[in-house]
């Protein structure tokens, strides 16, 4: 069973830039997390992906956008970066059957963000 | 609104002694999940146990126990004889049945002393 995968694991951007982290799903799965989680800080919801489409968002801004592809795959997408924008960014598959979800969250190992 | 506290931010045991996390949960939902994550160095947020708001029976893993009350909103997790590798910070969380967005605490850091 291959578990869920995301790239690059660091990333340096300067403010005003454009960044898209990537992530593999784990087998079995066809929902896509997204997470930001920054320093001291639990976990925060940005969205979520089903079915290629949004399945609900969290708070957060619009220069925030996702994708998923055929493959369940995804990707996050921060437009105008702003110095808080700096963070883990952690990508977590899950499993929704008959309309619910059928599994507890799976994370990857996370995407640090740093912007200058 | 969904809401999870833990309200210990640092804790620090020596190695053997028995440690208890606390979690409190507020939701208006009838139909809930419950989880603890750990959360190593590495960043990997590693999957625990889940509850559903139904099943109310303690739990027992290895040297992991959870203790969930609806009476009280809280789901703790108990560590017995800790060990070094328990090292990490630990996080309680809470989603609706569609487990659509799950809201998670502040975390618990657990450092265990050799």
């Known amino acids: 069973e291959t578990g869920v995968t995301q790239s690059p694991t660091h990333l340096i951007k300067t403010r005003g830039q454009q960044v898209t982290l990537r992530c593999s799903s784990q087998?079995?799965?066809?929902?896509v997390s997204w997470y930001q989680q920054a320093l001291g800080q639990g976990p925060q919801f940005i969205f979520q992906y089903y079915r290629e489409e949004e399945n609900g968002r969290g708070n957060f801004p619009p220069r925030f956008s996702g994708l998923q592809f055929p493959n369940y795959s995804s990707e996050l997408n921060v437009n105008a970066l702003e110095l808080d924008d700096s963070a883990l960014y952690l990508c977590?598959?899950?499993?929704?059957?008959?309309?619910?979800?059928?599994?507890?969250?799976?994370f990857g190992n996370g995407t640090r963000l740093t912007v200058t | 609104a969904q809401k999870v506290t833990q309200a210990q931010t640092e804790i620090s045991v020596v190695e053997k002694e028995d440690v208890t996390l606390d979690c409190v949960y507020e939701?208006?939902?009838?139909?809930?999940?419950l989880f603890w994550y750990k959360q190593p160095p590495s960043g990997e947020l590693v999957f625990l146990i889940r509850r559903n708001s139904f099943d109310e029976q303690n739990e027992i893993s290895g040297r992991y126990s959870w203790n969930f009350q609806k009476s009280t909103s809280s789901f703790n997790f108990t560590i017995t004889a800790s060990q070094v590798v328990d090292s990490a910070v630990y996080f309680c969380?809470?989603?609706?049945?569609?487990?659509?967005?799950?809201?998670f605490g502040t975390g618990t850091s657990l450092t265990v002393i050799p």
């Open positions: 977590a598959s899950s499993l929704i059957a008959g309309g619910f979800y059928n599994s507890p969250l799976h």
């Open positions: 939701t208006r939902d009838t139909t809930y999940y």
């Open positions: 969380a809470l989603s609706d049945s569609t487990g659509n967005q799950f809201y």
């Open positions: 087998s079995g799965h066809n929902t």
